[in-house]
């Protein structure tokens, strides 16, 4: 197997983990990349931190 299907693998494993139990942080999201085609792409996630309003580094 190659090491991108190790990563994908390893990272479906973890979303699922996440999914099942995980703080509820308010604000924060977290979510992979959905393609045109309706699949996942597990290797790119569009991510929101909460903080102050205002403020960005």
């Known amino acids: ?3 991108g299907g ?3 693998g390893r990272l479906a494993e973890e ?3 996440w999914r ?3 703080p509820h942080v308010r604000g924060f999201v977290a979510k ?3 393609l045109p085609d309706g699949s996942v792409n597990l290797m790119v996630w569009r991510c929101v ?3 102050k309003p205002g403020v960005r580094k």
Do not use: L, V, Y
């Open 20 to 22: 099942k139990n995980h």
């Open 6 to 8: 190790i990563a994908r």
């Open 49 to 51: 931190i909460p903080g």
């Open 32 to 34: 992979p990349e959905t």
């Open 15 to 17: 979303r699922k983990s």
């Open 1 to 3: 197997m190659a090491s």
